[in-house]
Each structure stands twice: as C-alpha cells, then as structure tokens.
C-alpha cells in the first residue's frame, strides 16, 4: 500500500503552513518529514490519518481517502501521534493482550515485549514505567498489530541511546516487510533509513 499526496496545502489564520506538497511513497518505503518545530510536520500526519482536511490537494492513503473513523481505514494505518496515551492501569502484557485480541491474533505479549526490552516489566502498571519505557510501549502496539501503513510522529521522543537504535532497527525492518512509513523526526539517524526526506518550513 503507498501514501500519496497532490498539491497539499494548509491555511492556518491568515498564513499558509505549506502549499504545493506533493508525496509518493510506496510499499516499502520510508519518509521522513524534517523541519523546525511548527513547520507542519504533525500537520501532515494528521491530514494523512484523517484527524484534518487540507485547505486544498488530495491524499491517498493505503488506496483510499484518510478516514480515522472508518474501521477499514484504522485497521490498514497504525499511528502513533503526539497525544498517543496508554491506560496506566494496565501493565504491558495487558496492553498487547487487549490488542492482540481486537485483532483476533495469538502472538505472546511477552515475545514481543522482549523486543524492545520490556520483558522484565510486563506486569508493571503502565503508570510506574519510565517515560521512555511507555514510548517504547506505544510504539509496539503501532507495530504489533497487522497494518499497512505506519504513521508516526517524533517518535524518538523521551527514548535514551538504547532505545533510539530500537526504533532505527524498527522503521528498517517495517521498510522490509513492505510496509509504508512516514514519520516525523528530529532523530539524524532515522533520515539515514529513510528513502525520502521532505523539509517543511
């Protein structure tokens, strides 16, 4: 499944935040949204996941117009934005436990877990795991269900050096199971896996 884009182009206020934006990324692929802070870049994914409408263009996303209401559109698009939470009342293995049974699979949590090094805290409440052990638990539960496509936004965000090479190795091996990714980033080392770089600003 691919993402594209034609002309897109948001007006906020009495200014445009970006006109003329055109995107193409195939099954596979990687792009990366690059700029400073407020140039559009978490714009950009919502208008993709359906949060928003542009104030002008087209977007296609996994063959079909963005629409986060939709249960087809949400179950061939993982995201995970700036506002993403957890219930801090479950631990990790709950976490995934209640995923994987909305998807009707049968991998075990603590497998996956293991990945991302959060093996010896799947029976702690969310709400007593670090900041960056919560953004890893996050982003498994983007990349543990079936999807399509991945949206995600910084998500390096609270991770320390360990956990930042996680995600590298991540979005590589998303590009190599076919999956479509876009992300925004500040992270050096996630523009070096992507295929595609697009500054904003």
Request: glycine fraction near 8%; charge should be negative.
């Amino acid at each position: 499944m691919t993402v594209k884009a034609a002309g897109l182009g948001m007006h906020v206020g009495e200014q445009w935040l970006f006109r003329d934006l055109d995107l193409d990324v195939a099954a596979g692929e990687c792009l990366v949204l690059a700029g400073d802070n407020g140039s559009g870049k978490s714009t950009v994914l919502h208008l993709l996941y359906g949060l928003r409408a542009p104030s002008e263009g087209t977007i296609e996303v996994a063959g079909r117009e963005p629409d986060e209401r939709t249960v087809a559109f949400r179950r061939a698009v993982a995201v995970l934005l700036d506002d993403s939470e957890l219930f801090v009342e479950l631990s990790p293995r709950q976490h995934l436990e209640l995923l994987f049974s909305s998807f009707g699979l049968d991998d075990d949590p603590v497998d996956w877990l293991a990945t991302a090094g959060l093996a010896e805290r799947a029976d702690v409440h969310a709400y007593y795991l670090s900041a960056g052990q919560r953004r890893r638990l996050l982003l498994l539960g983007a990349v543990a269900r079936p999807h399509d496509v991945l949206l995600l936004d910084e998500p390096e965000r609270a991770l320390d050096v360990q956990g930042k090479e996680w995600l590298t190795e991540l979005v590589d091996q998303e590009r190599a199971e076919g999956r479509t990714v876009v992300m925004a980033t500040h992270h050096p080392p996630l523009l070096e896996v992507a295929d595609h770089v697009v500054r904003l600003g």
